[in-house]
């Protein structure tokens, strides 16, 4: 019996430990913890990979969208010395400039004709580049990707372009003058971040562009040298260019301003009186005197002129919308009087050009006899303002710098005349219509070429 109650006695004892064990919290966070780890650890190495992926995509599809536009500019299908079609071998050219060579480094490029989405013309050519990535941590979460790479798994990272081609006269979207101890007018510093859709360039200097060539240029033209274009696409200009707007300075309305040649005639941002802008619409020929600081949105009419005269045009958060109308900076110079003749201040600029006339195809037009200066030069577009184009900017001297983004919409066409350009930083420019609104005379041939997938 003692042995039997001895027995009993254990079992108790076990049942009353597994009691305490179960009712006991102690440590609960630390074993879920450690259940979880592992499923945590994965998502997070997913996520680490997947953002390597996307940005390997990125570069390829920066490389395959100026290879297939090289390729279409080029337009050669006989073979050259090498057995090889001379648009591949262009296509093939610009992606090792990207860095993507075809059989190093288990890169593939692959370049062909090609029929155009929808069908509608089979002069169309395809870049394909591909590149296997390998699967490090995510296979914790049970993904071994499509491929392997060195016997392990690997994930297949790839991009495709279709561009087209047409024979027209050379078109640019950008054309810096220069002057007198500016090197190189046009230059860009982070070209990955332009996309100028297969219109050219043209520089009355040297083009310098750091890193990568601009992306999808067209040519670049240049008096002096230019690494702006791919290889090929670099264009001596024999002499330089006057301003192709200069003459539309005869064209601006005459000033109307009271008191016209002095500087009360003129008000500024904080001066005592000054009377802010109250937008609304407005249509005609219409003279505004000193700075325009908006305290509600502006809205032109087609065929509206909107001159300021010795004075700003401050969005101060407002917008501004332009269908088929410009704006003109002008104003004669006055002793004791340092007005900015550009447009400032937070706020979105929505300007399309006219279409007919003497300011057709012109945005914005600043006087050529504004002395080049401060008064002139922009710092900082695209972001304050935010520029939405469909049309010319014509500063013939101003030293613009570009650290936000001009062109954002699906439909614009920018074109841009300055002394000098500077893309630098986070800058970018996008000619999303594919279309150069400046023509030069004399400068005709080439291939206007555009991305279609």
């Known amino acids: 019996m003692g042995t039997l109650r001895k027995g009993t006695n254990s079992k108790l004892s076990l049942l009353r430990q597994a009691g305490r064990f179960v009712r006991d919290q102690r440590g609960n966070v630390a074993a879920a913890v450690g259940i979880l780890i592992i499923p945590l650890v994965g998502v997070l190495a997913l996520a680490g ?5 996307y940005t390997t995509d990125r570069t390829l599809q920066n490389a395959t969208d100026a290879a297939a536009i090289a390729a279409a500019r080029n337009n050669d299908q006989t073979n050259d010395g090498g057995g090889m079609a001379r648009y591949k071998r262009e296509a093939f050219a610009v992606a090792n400039q990207y860095g993507y060579v075809n059989g190093v480094n288990n890169v593939t490029v692959t370049a062909s004709t090609s029929s155009c989405p929808g069908g509608a013309n089979t002069g169309c050519y395809q870049v394909t580049i591909s590149r296997p990535e390998p699967v490090l941590l995510s296979h914790i979460v049970g993904f071994i990707g499509d491929t392997t790479l060195n016997g392990g798994a690997a994930k297949t990272i790839a991009a495709k372009s279709i561009a087209t081609t047409s024979a027209v006269a050379t ?43 601009i992306g999808n240029i067209g040519y670049s033209y240049a008096v002096g040298t230019s690494d702006c274009a791919p290889t090929g696409f670099n264009k001596t200009l024999g002499a330089p260019i006057t301003d192709p707007f200069a003459s539309l300075s005869s064209q ?21 009186g000054f009377a802010k802008n109250p937008g609304g619409t407005i249509s005609g020929t219409v003279v505004k005197c000193g ?30 919308n332009a269908n088929g109308a410009t704006i003109i900076f002008t104003g004669p110079t006055i002793t004791g009087l340092s007005p900015s003749h550009f ?15 003497s300011w057709a195809n012109v945005a914005m037009y600043q006087d050529p006899a504004l002395p080049s200066g401060t008064g002139v030069d922009i710092n900082e577009a695209g972001n304050t303002p935010t520029w939405n ?23 614009d066409c920018f074109g841009l005349v300055a002394l000098s350009l500077t893309i630098d930083g986070t800058g970018s420019i996008a000619n999303d219509a594919g279309c150069g609104p400046i023509s030069i005379p004399g400068l005709t041939g080439g291939n206007n070429v555009a991305l279609v997938q």
């Open 343 to 357: 447009p400032v201040g937070s706020g979105t600029m929505n300007l399309t050009a006219p279409t007919s006339g």
């Open 252 to 272: 601006i309305p005459p000033n109307n301003c009271p008191n016209a040649t002095l500087a009360s005639g003129y008000p500024q941002e904080g001066s005592a």
């Open 49 to 53: 990979e997947i953002s390597t992926w």
């Open 171 to 213: 078109v640019f979207c950008i054309i810096t003058l220069g002057g007198a101890g500016i090197t190189s007018p046009l230059l860009v510093n982070g070209g990955p971040k332009t996309d100028l859709n297969g219109c050219s360039t043209l520089s009355n200097n040297d083009a310098t562009c750091h890193g990568q060539p």
């Open 389 to 411: 184009l469909n049309g010319v900017v014509d500063m013939p001297n101003s030293n613009i710098t570009i650290r936000g983004a001009i062109n954002k919409g699906v439909t």
């Open 291 to 320: 700075d325009q600081e908006l305290s509600a949105d502006l809205t032109l009419t087609a065929g509206t002129l909107y001159v300021i005269e010795n004075g700003a045009l401050d969005l101060n958060g407002f917008t501004v």
